[in-house]
């Protein structure tokens, strides 16, 4: 009769070791993935503030009275910063996301 018992109490602790191996792997899986979900969203967020705050500035600058030249060089870097923002997000998503 005893030997019956610790069959199935054999059973059942391989079947709960089991399950606690997948868990912790799943866990670890899904921890990994949070991860790279926030690396990647400060990535995204670190090239929208590099892209956009030079446009952003001269804008500021112009609305507190100093005076723009908005045919010259720099006023057309910075939209051309803003356009390669769009341009890097899908790189930098594939990037981070692997």
């Known amino acids: 009769m005893s030997t019956c018992n610790n069959e199935k109490l054999s059973v059942i602790s391989v079947i709960v070791v089991d399950s606690v191996q997948v868990n912790s792997a799943a866990s670890s899986a899904a921890t990994a993935a949070g991860r790279n979900a926030i690396v990647m969203s400060l990535m995204v967020c670190c090239g929208f503030v590099v892209c956009w705050s030079p446009n952003s500035l ?32 899908p790189f930098t998503c594939c990037f981070f996301s692997c």
């Open 58 to 89: 001269t804008f500021f600058v112009n609305y507190v009275g100093y005076r723009i030249d908005f045919a010259g060089w720099f006023y057309h870097f910075t939209v051309a910063l803003v356009f390669t923002n769009s341009c890097i997000n």
